[in-house]
């Protein structure tokens, strides 16, 4: 597989490897700041990754705010 090439503002590119850990991360409801530590990438980054690759952040095993039942 060829390697990621620079995105145009000069920032790393996410390699394939990278997302599928991404997937994982999220799948496993990691804190977006235990995965900045572990990706060695901004929060921000992560966020908008998960956003173009549809990966959800929110935690899948909480109630929704609000609701105390």
Do not use: F
Not at 21 to 46: C, H
Request: cysteine-free; aromatic content about 2%; charged content about 25%.
């Amino acid at each position: 597989m060829p390697e990621a090439t620079s995105s145009r503002n000069g920032r790393r590119a996410w390699t394939a490897e990278q997302v599928q850990q991404l997937r994982e991360l999220a799948d496993a409801n990691t804190p977006v700041g235990v995965m900045s530590i572990k990706l060695a990438r901004s929060q921000d980054s992560i966020r908008s990754k998960a956003r173009a690759e549809g990966i959800s952040l929110a935690p899948a095993d909480r109630a929704p705010y609000g609701d105390m039942s």
